[in-house]
């Protein structure tokens, strides 16, 4: 069963910035690590950051220094504030916990490309 939505994708110029949220429907939202993950073409699935339930955080090596992930326990959500995006950025983002709460929702395009 599906119980994540994403949401915020789109098309982007090399060096911009979108923010992508995630609306989680689950029970108890607040006690798990939630995360995005990626997926560009040919590629398997990735994480991209996490952040645990006491707010700490993780970034892959790749989008340290310009990524930020948060939550909002009250409003069950999650959102990736993504800055200086490169084209290599390009993918389906998804949002899930750690270890997964969901089945794996549509996710959102973000293509970044002149």
């Known amino acids: 069963q599906v119980q994540v939505v994403e949401s915020g994708g789109g098309l982007v110029q090399p060096g911009g910035s979108l923010t992508l949220s995630c609306a989680a429907y689950?029970?108890?939202?607040?006690?798990?690590?939630m995360a995005w993950y990626r997926q560009a073409p040919g590629n398997q699935r990735e994480p991209v950051a996490h952040?645990?339930?006491?707010?700490?955080?993780h970034y892959a090596d790749s989008v340290k220094g310009r990524f930020t992930i948060s939550r909002d326990n009250a409003k069950n959500t999650v959102a990736l504030q993504m800055n200086s995006l490169k084209p290599e950025d390009t993918a389906v983002y998804y949002c899930?916990?750690?270890?997964?709460?969901?089945?794996w929702g549509q996710g959102t395009q973000v293509t970044v490309s002149s």
């Open positions: 899930n916990g750690i270890p997964l709460v969901s089945s």
């Open positions: 952040i645990t339930s006491a707010g700490n955080t």
């Open positions: 689950i029970n108890m939202f607040r006690i798990y690590t």
